[in-house]
């Protein structure tokens, strides 16, 4: 598969261009076959009241409505993201809601006061460094001391069918793209487990965990699986370039591998993450 493991270079800008606004697109899709992580999350993460927490990554912002939820009155999260584009729903989402609050800008590079967090967290929003060292210990200075790191990721494409299957169905009719290492920044930059453990480590992290989680995904209706398996992952850029004829070869081709997966009129595959861990020490 490593043919498919292709992403754009510069995340910041992907995510706000053709990358955030597929994400917008497809957002009521997505959030609905993750939705089981944030239970999972939540629970690792294990937010007390009266906590600040950053998420990092944030989306439209459902990790950090809960974890506002989970911190109460007298705590307080903020949401950071990238991409303008899909930072717009999370601020119309929850303009409400008094001790939550978003801020744009790329958790990577920009400042953040230190030792303020008692806990950064992210679902699925921290595989998309350029320098994963560099960030995570910049992320570890805004921790108060014995503050916590807890995140999750995807394992390996190849442990994710939901995602492989429909990639490798999609690259039967589309260019193959030019190949990147597998631990270039994109969604499956921390399939090793053994290289997040020394990323989290060469950034000054203490007591890190890196657990594997396995989830059965819920697509959704054979139709949103097929709308929602085109438009995001290592095939969606030459999706969305293909002639109609491609597209609709496609989409054939993704139907036929999503459709062994029909029960009770629901998509349902397997999922491989990590649910990392640590403390700033
Ligand atoms: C896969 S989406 C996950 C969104 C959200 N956490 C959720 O679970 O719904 C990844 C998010 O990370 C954001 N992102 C990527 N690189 C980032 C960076 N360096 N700093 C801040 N946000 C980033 C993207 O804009 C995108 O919203």
Redesign the pocket.
């Known amino acids: 598969m490593s043919q498919a493991t292709s992403v754009p270079p510069d995340?910041?800008t992907y995510?706000?261009e053709e990358?955030?606004q597929r994400?917008v697109s497809n957002?009521q899709r997505?959030?609905r076959m993750?939705e089981p992580?944030?239970t999972r999350l939540v629970r690792h993460a294990a937010p007390q009241p009266g906590e600040r927490v950053l998420?990092?990554?944030?989306?439209?912002?459902?990790?950090s409505a809960a974890f506002a939820g989970a911190v109460g009155p007298s705590g307080n999260v903020l949401g950071?993201?990238?991409?303008m584009v899909?930072?717009a729903v999370a601020r119309e989402r929850y303009a409400a809601v008094a001790n939550l609050s978003f801020a744009l800008?790329?958790?990577?590079?920009?400042p953040l006061d230190a030792g303020h967090f008692d806990l950064v967290s992210?679902?699925?929003?921290?595989?998309?460094?350029a320098d994963p060292v560099a960030?995570f210990a910049k992320l570890r200075s805004a921790l108060k001391p014995g503050g916590r790191l807890a995140f999750i990721c995807w394992r390996a494409l190849d442990e994710n069918p939901w995602m492989a299957d429909c990639v490798r169905a999609a690259f039967t009719v589309l260019p193959i793209p030019e190949p990147q290492p597998p631990t270039a920044?994109g969604?499956f930059a921390f399939a090793d487990g053994a290289r997040l453990r020394d990323i989290l480590g060469q950034s000054g992290y203490t007591d890190i965990s890196i657990e594997p989680h396995d989830q059965v995904l819920d697509l959704g209706s054979i139709d949103d699986a097929v709308t929602q398996m085109t438009r995001m992952g290592p095939a969606a850029s030459a999706f969305a370039a293909a002639s109609a004829t491609d597209q609709a070869a496609v989409v054939t081709a993704v139907r036929a591998a999503l459709k062994p997966h029909l029960s009770g009129g629901s998509v349902r595959m397997a999922s491989a993450t990590w649910l990392a861990g640590a403390r700033r020490g």
Do not use: H, K, Y
């Not at 950071?80 to 991409?83: A, F, G, P, Q």
């Not at 992210?122 to 460094?129: A, Q, W």
């Open positions: 995340q910041p995510w706000n990358g955030g994400w957002i997505v959030e993750i992580f944030l998420d990092v990554g944030c989306g439209g912002g459902v990790t950071l993201d990238v991409s899909i930072l800008g790329d958790a990577a590079t920009m992210s679902r699925f929003g921290v595989m998309f460094f960030a920044p969604p």
